[in-house]
T-cell receptor, first 112, second 112 residues
Framework: GNSVTQMEGPVTLSEEAFLTINCTYTATGYPSLFWYVQYPGEGLQLLLKATKADDKGSNKGFEATYRKETTSFHLEKGSVQVSDSAVYFC???????????FGTGTRLQVFP | EADIYQTPRYLVIGTGKKITLECSQT?????MYWYQQDPGMELHLIHYSYGVNSTEKGDLSSESTVSRIRTEHFPLTLESARPSHTSQYLC???????????FGNGTRLTVT
């Protein structure tokens, strides 16, 4: 079946530290992959996406590369800020439908 | 910018009451979705609609019902609320298969 597995949180970092949040997936075919972010008290917002193997999505200093060989889409940022504190969700869109399957979310806490 | 609105923002209600969670979008999107978000953050699709008079159940069984009489409006109803319905409910919409989901800020429901 189709599924997304994310590293458990919370991830706690100091400001300017390097961030990696791991995401791996199981799917038939070649799904599109997404990272969504949920700030406190808000709904989810699309952070970045990649639609095919070796694509790199990027936004606001965050990056993720679609790795078909390792079925991964890890989120990275070189220098996090306090304002990046949020919950991050990895997701895939099934090839056969347009429904999204979300991971369990990873909470990031950045301290000054 | 996404314009999707959910009301109420917070709701505390007693067991057995009937409630309706409102969701409206002003973007003319045909596709709309309801997700239930656990306290542990995991998102589950409970209902979706691809247009007026079209509604489908999602991946997670839910005792709630939905209706889609107008494109912009996708309310969710619980006929008899129970403590197990306590959760956050997120509404989302999109216009095409390859466009991102736009989320509302959610309704946090507590049933006592």
């Amino acid at each position: 079946g189709n599924s997304v597995t994310q590293m458990e949180g919370p991830v706690t970092l100091s400001e300017e530290a390097f961030l990696t949040i791991n995401c791996t997936y199981t799917a038939t075919g070649y799904p599109s992959l997404f990272w969504y972010v949920q700030y406190p008290g808000e709904g989810l917002q699309l952070l970045l996406k990649a639609t095919k193997a070796d694509d790199k999505g990027s936004n606001k200093g965050f990056e993720a590369t679609y790795r078909k060989e390792t079925t991964s889409f890890h989120l990275e940022k070189g220098s996090v800020q306090v304002s990046d504190s949020a919950v991050y969700f990895c997701a895939l869109r099934r090839v056969d439908t347009d429904k999204l399957i979300f991971g369990t979310g990873t909470r990031l806490q950045v301290f000054p | 910018e996404a314009d999707i609105y959910q009301t109420p923002r917070y709701l505390v209600i007693g067991t057995g009451k009937k409630i309706t969670l409102e969701c409206s979008q002003t973007m003319g999107h045909d596709k709309m979705y309801w997700y239930q978000q656990d306290p542990g953050m995991e998102l589950h699709l409970i209902h979706y609609s691809y247009g007026v008079n079209s509604t489908e159940k999602g991946d997670l069984s839910s005792e709630s019902t939905v209706s889609r009489i107008r494109t912009e409006h996708f309310p969710l109803t619980l006929e008899s609320a129970r403590p197990s319905h306590t959760s956050q409910y997120l509404c989302a919409s999109r216009d095409r298969e390859d466009s991102p989901l736009h989320f509302g800020n959610g309704t946090r429901l507590t049933v006592t």
